[in-house]
């Protein structure tokens, strides 16, 4: 299924520059996905359709990706203030990029392998939840919740 974005926190797609994705890379001492560089370059800040995914035995939804690149009077929607919030409540290792609903985090977990980070979904009491294996698999399975 094709995934179609719309806006959530910016009107219209804002663009990250590749040289915002080797900071935020060098901050967090990590290699981003390549698949997940092309989605955030281009629909940051966005929501996507479908956005249902699963987790455990239930289901979630993505609410939106977060922001790379900062946007005033938008700091709780950035990617680094999101890092922040939550660093002292999960493993190290663990960088959110996306948010749901009920404000909850999808984070990468690099703690199995730094080359292809996991997905998993932080709850707001902090525990961890596996996602998906992959960002592409996390992409490819959201469905219409």
């Known amino acids: ?3 179609q974005w ?3 926190v910016l009107k219209a797609p804002g663009s990250v520059s590749p040289h915002e994705l080797e900071r935020l890379e060098s901050a967090w001492g990590v290699k981003l996905p390549d698949d997940y560089k092309r989605v955030v370059s281009m629909y940051q800040g966005m929501a ?10 239930g289901d979630n939804a993505l609410g939106v990706l977060l922001t790379v690149s900062e946007h005033e009077g938008r700091e709780s929607y950035s990617i680094l203030n999101s890092y922040e919030v939550i660093r002292s409540h999960v493993p190290s290792g663990i960088f959110p990029f996306a948010r749901t609903p009920g404000g909850e985090d999808l984070c990468f977990d690099y703690r199995g392998s730094p080359e292809q980070p996991r997905i998993v979904l932080v ?3 902090g525990s961890v939840h596996p996602v998906a294996n992959s960002f592409q698999e996390f992409m490819d399975g959201l469905y219409d919740d």
């Open 1 to 3: 299924m094709s995934v």
């Open 6 to 8: 719309r806006p959530h």
């Open 48 to 57: 996507p359709e479908p956005n249902g995914f699963r987790v455990g035995r």
């Open 123 to 125: 709850s707001v009491e």
